[in-house]
């Protein structure tokens, strides 16, 4: 036994021999944590980096099916610089925000610079259930549409109606208009289209917001309203086909989308940041267009105001060039039937490069 233990006393001293010499040439060893979801990695002298800085972003609920997956999508990119968190808003963004995603940039601080994030399509939408559960497209044109909202027209047979419709069996059901109860970026293009202010009539469906409104008209028989297309989309509602200054009616579609922003978005030429100043941001006027475009379109933007931190400054425009990649955020949108507005639109690239660069150096 003496001589076994002499043998397991030997070979324990050489394994601790060998041990300290490789701990010579390597001073450290790298252990991978068990969980890395905040996409940080492992430094040089064995502790984890600092987490990630917080961006507070407002977003019009209008854009919730997409900012969303954006804001997801982001959170799961190892590269990305921050963790956003979003609320969403139904008539003013709440403030402070670091970052803010609004259809109407008269909500907004009037110091702000803004790049546009997507497109904005208002769906007319309607539940007859004699009808399918598609995109039927009946057609509604800007004439219509205003009786209907204020309330001259209240039965989906009135011969306004059925004039535009001739195909179609109209039931003689009394209208019931279901409208949101704050002025929303979607009222507003809807009322452009319209060119007239809306007057609720006295027996329509209030609903607060965007998601209640599509809930309300899913659950009720001949009703009629609008919503983001987007929202039109992910719950499969029935919307209308738009009239156009030449008589013809379009779907919202990503191709109808696509041709509005194509055909009549606006950008001014710059060429330094020092020219930010003066800019007037991005817009589109779709209503009078006659070339396939989708008449009911605008743009969404992403807001900086002109008080947020130096310390989310770098993170949240971070953010920002994520979602205008055409790669990243601009990829994204195709999931709820939007076109990326970045394709193939040198100007607007530029455009956006130089107010993100303007306010990276406005700090």
Do not use: C
């Not at 109860?181 to 289209?193: D, G, H, P, Q």
């Not at 086909?241 to 978005?265: E, K, W």
């Not at 969404?300 to 993170?315: C, Q």
Request: negative net charge; glycine residues 6%.
């Amino acid at each position: 036994m003496g001589k076994k233990s002499a043998i397991v006393a030997a070979v324990i001293a050489a394994i601790v021999a060998i041990g300290v010499a490789l701990a010579a040439f390597q001073p450290w060893v790298v252990v991978p944590p068990e969980n890395s979801g905040d996409g940080g990695t492992i430094i040089a002298n064995g502790t984890e980096p600092a987490p990630k800085e917080i961006v507070s972003i407002a977003s019009e609920r209008s854009a919730f099916p997409f900012v969303q997956r954006w804001a997801s999508e982001y959170n799961n990119d190892e590269n990305a610089l921050a963790t956003v968190e979003v609320s969403y808003y139904l008539d003013k963004p709440p403030t402070p925000s670091d970052l803010v995603i609004v259809g109407d940039i008269r909500h907004t601080s009037n110091e702000s610079n803004y790049v546009p994030v997507s497109a904005q399509a208002v769906a007319v939408v309607y539940n007859i259930p004699t009808f399918p559960d598609i995109p039927a497209g009946m057609k509604l044109n800007a004439s219509v549409l205003s009786s209907i909202f204020n309330g001259t027209i209240t039965k989906w047979n009135d011969p306004a109606i059925k004039s535009l419709n001739s195909d179609l069996n109209l039931p003689s059901e009394r209208i019931i208009v279901v409208h949101e109860n704050s002025n929303s970026s979607s009222l507003t293009i809807l009322e452009k289209y319209i060119s007239d202010g809306i007057h609720w009539p006295k027996n329509g469906v209030s609903a607060l917001g965007p998601d209640e409104l599509a809930a309300t008209i899913r659950k009720t028989p001949y009703s009629i309203g609008y919503v983001d297309f987007s929202f039109a989309t992910q719950t499969r509602m029935t919307f209308a086909a738009i009239g156009n200054p030449n008589g013809g009616y379009v779907l919202p579609s990503m191709d109808s989308i696509g041709q509005a922003l194509n055909s009549s978005i606006q950008v001014q030429n710059v060429t330094n940041i020092n020219q930010t100043a003066a800019l007037t941001p991005p817009f589109l006027n779709a209503s009078m267009l006659t070339n396939g475009s989708y008449p009911l379109t605008a743009l969404y933007y992403a807001s900086f105001p002109a008080n947020t931190s130096n310390e989310t400054r770098n993170a949240t425009l971070d953010f920002v060039r994520w979602v205008i990649d055409k790669d990243r955020g601009q990829q994204t949108l195709s999931e709820v039937q939007y076109p990326s507005i970045y394709q193939e639109n040198g100007a607007l690239t530029t455009y956006a490069g130089t107010i993100i660069n303007s306010t990276a150096k406005s700090f």
